[in-house]
């Protein structure tokens, strides 16, 4: 069965700073990747996807993810946070139409 | 602007009762979902529907039913028979294929009383 391993549940880091959320996923078949931010009590929001072609991929807010496929990653990286950007990050892969398996959640914590 | 809407934001509910949760899209998706959002669990699959009048369960749907009479609506129900229903429910909709990303509501949260 397909899974998603997040590393990592809690990041902090200071304002500035480079960051890394670390992903993993287990998939015996081509997937597509999604990283998503949720900022408390609110949804999901798309923050970049890998569905083919360069495996650096850019998003939105300077984030960006490397697709490796030998490694099965997908880690999410920013080279200077924000203060703002405090949030959850997930890692979700698209194995089969209609079905997102999503990560457990890393809390990005940026202090000042 | 087009989105999606849950509602209500906020909701109350007795031991034994039934509720129901609302989601609209304005998107002209196809497809439409259902999560819930445990501390520490990430996002578990409910129901999805990927077509008007059909939709199948997700990993977790005992204790919950839906239905799909609109391509704009997919509302949830959470049944009595759900013994422990207090979580974020979050509605996702999207166009059909794999590499399609999925819009997301805003969140139910829901507690008993």
New interface residues.
């Given amino acids: 069965a397909q899974s998603v391993t997040q590393l990592d549940s809690q990041v902090p880091v200071f304002e500035e700073a480079p960051v890394e959320l670390r992903c993993n996923y287990s998939s015996s078949v081509s997937v597509y990747l999604f990283w998503y931010v949720q900022y408390p009590n609110q949804g999901l929001q798309l923050l970049l996807k890998y569905l083919s072609g360069s495996t650096l991929v850019k998003g939105i807010n300077g984030f960006e993810a490397e697709f490796n496929k030998s490694q099965t990653s997908f880690h999410l990286r920013k080279p200077s946070v924000h203060i703002s950007d405090t949030a959850e990050y997930f890692c979700a892969v698209s194995p089969m139409a209609g079905k997102l398996i999503f990560g457990q959640g890393t809390e990005l914590s940026v202090k000042p | 602007d087009g989105g999606?809407t849950?509602s209500p934001k906020y909701l109350f509910r007795k031991e034994g009762q039934n509720v129901t949760l609302s989601c609209e899209q304005n998107l002209n998706h196809d497809?439409m979902?259902w999560y819930r959002q445990d501390p520490?669990?990430?996002?578990?699959?409910i129901y999805?529907s990927?077509i008007v009048n059909d939709f199948?369960k997700?990993d977790i749907a005992e204790g919950y039913s839906v239905s799909r009479e609109k391509k704009e609506s997919f509302p949830l129900t959470v049944t009595s028979a759900q013994k422990n229903p207090t979580a974020f429910y979050?509605c996702?909709s999207s166009m059909?294929?794999?590499?399609q990303?999925?819009?997301?509501?805003?969140?139910t949260?829901l507690s008993i009383l």
């Avoid at chain 2, 520490?40 to 699959?45: A, D, E, N, V, W």
């Avoid at chain 2, 059909?96 to 590499?99: R, V």
Wanted: no cysteine.
């Fill in positions: 999606i849950q497809a979902y520490g669990q990430g996002l578990r699959l999805y990927q199948q997700g979050l996702a059909p294929g794999l590499n990303p999925q819009h997301f509501g805003d969140g949260r």
